[in-house]
């Protein structure tokens, strides 16, 4: 029976009562998924990022109106049902939202992992749980949208991968119209327009500071890095951030075996009169040779950082 209860609770709970429970928990799901650095940017979508309350509370609201009004449309177009209900169809689909709130506490777990036991456990875990609320969802529009048999399977599925494609299209096109979500794996380098004319920097400085970021990617102290970030870097760029662009680097390129200090090359450039040190850290990995691509501003601190082959 409660195995039945938690693929199929809209027997029981639907019509108001579900849509109140539900958005509840989607708010829920929003608040914890901000701090813990997971988001859901489509009506399926669950992975590692980090964004603003108010943009995740958007995305959870694109989702849910996206699946509500195509299955809700849809199913008024083919069964021709009269007893069908708006309410009926966002309350169940919102309450089939619930096992997402799981994903999101997940994120808590994170300090308390290696970078790459997180992301391979968090990626099983959200599996698991996108799975779960696809059932949830089925047995939803099973009941409030009256699907039957096969047709009601296609419709269901068809209905699902669009819902999908609208949400992310949405959510991403109020990314870009108001650049509210952070950087999630990448920086902007400084792109050279000329030759520099102002006073050159203290390269000594510099090159400790290259050498300290490199011995902080070895130990994982992504805390460190950040320090020496500026004001621009610190706003694109998080602790967490650097944490999972340091993991994607390592499951493309193996663990970082040494870095040649040593070898240290300079580029100098300016960009809007503002003059930019450019430092290339050769470093082998397991299976790749990549390069630390630091940029330094004329107060010794990091305007960029890159990952060069």
Known sequence: MKVKFLLNPFERIAGWKALTTGLAVMALTA???????????GVLDVHIYETSISMALICQIVNLLSITLLMWLGALLLFKSRSLRLVDVAGTLALARAPYLLAALFGFLSPLM???VYVISFSLFAIVVIIWTVALMYNACAVSCHLKGTKGTIFFI????????????????????????????????????????????????????????????????????????????????????LRLAWVQVQLGAGKLQKADTTSITEQDYQ?????YKIL??????????????????????????????
């Open 31 to 41: 608040l914890a998924g901000v701090y813990s650095g997971i988001g859901f940017k």
């Open 158 to 241: 068809v209905g699902v991968i669009l819902a999908e494609v609208l949400s992310i299209a949405v959510n991403v096109f109020v990314v870009r119209k108001f650049a509210i979500f952070a950087v999630a794996s990448s920086l902007s380098l400084v792109t050279p327009v000329q030759e520099p004319t102002v006073q050159e920097l203290d390269l000594s400085d510099i090159h400790q500071t290259a050498v300290t970021i490199v011995n902080a990617f070895a130990q994982e102290d992504f805390a460190k890095i950040t320090t020496f970030f500026d004001t621009t870097m610190k706003k694109a760029m998080s602790e967490k951030q």
């Open 271 to 275: 960009q809007n009169h503002q003059q």
């Open 280 to 309: 290339l850290i050769p470093c082998t990995f397991e299976t790749s040779v990549l390069k630390i691509q630091l940029v330094f501003n004329k107060e010794g601190q990091i305007s960029g950082l890159f990952f060069k082959p």
């Open 114 to 116: 290696t970078n790459m």
